[in-house]
């Protein structure tokens, strides 16, 4: 089972996708990261299961356009 989880901060957005096996030992992260200083400032940083690390910065006026503004593939 996959579950994307979610942690809403007042000027930041933080999310999690984890892959939980059957017994439930313990959760194996497949992506993840962090949108901060939402608003004309924001920076967000992306972590793939491979560990690669992305980075961008652009204006996100509310948490909703934060994933989407900050996201460069």
Known sequence: MKALVFNCGSSS???EL?????????????ASGKVEEIG?????KFIGADGKESSSAAPASNHPDAPA????D
Do not use: C, V
């Open 13 to 15: 957005l933080k999310f």
């Open 18 to 30: 984890i892959e939980l096996d059957e017994s439930l030992r313990g959760p194996t992260t497949l």
């Open 40 to 44: 004309q400032r924001a920076t967000a």
């Open 69 to 72: 503004s900050n996201h460069k």
